[in-house]
Nanobody, 121 residues
Framework: QVQLVESGGGLVQAGDSLRLSCAAS????????MAWFRQAPGQDREFVAAIGKIDTIYTDSVKGRFTISKDNTKDTVYLQMNSLKPEDTAIYYC????????????????WGQGTQVTVSS
């Protein structure tokens, strides 16, 4: 079993930055991919970024603004979000899976409880 706990969300203004953290615990040694998804009210959960063993992928809308990284010594994944926009407002979820990184929601087995990010204009 793997447990994921997100933190770092909050209310910011457009143009500000936030860093989300996702602490993993349990049987984390076999996990291959960690990712961030987000879900705005009334919308489907969407992929934001993922980090595998050697590379990262991002959805187009966050490229150049968001950076995903991980600290293996702390079993923690981060999402640095710069130049935030009101359309980035959503609940952000951390997710984990075995195998190659992907943008598909259904491929991820472990999920955190989410952290709210609100960007005001």
């Amino acid at each position: 079993q793997v447990q994921l706990v997100e933190s770092g969300g909050g209310l910011v203004q457009a143009g500000d930055s936030l860093r989300l953290s996702c602490a993993a615990s349990g049987h984390t040694f076999s996990l291959d991919t960690m990712a961030w998804f987000r879900q705005a009210p009334g919308q489907d959960r969407e992929f934001v970024a993922a980090i595998g063993k050697i590379d990262t992928i991002y959805t187009d809308s966050v490229k150049g603004r968001f950076t995903i990284s991980k600290d293996n010594t702390k079993d923690t994944v981060y999402l640095q979000m710069n130049s935030l926009k009101p359309e980035d407002t959503a609940i952000y979820y951390c997710a984990a899976k075995y195998g190659l990184r992907t943008h598909l929601v259904r491929a991820y087995y472990y999920w955190g409880q989410g952290t709210q990010v609100t960007v005001s204009s």
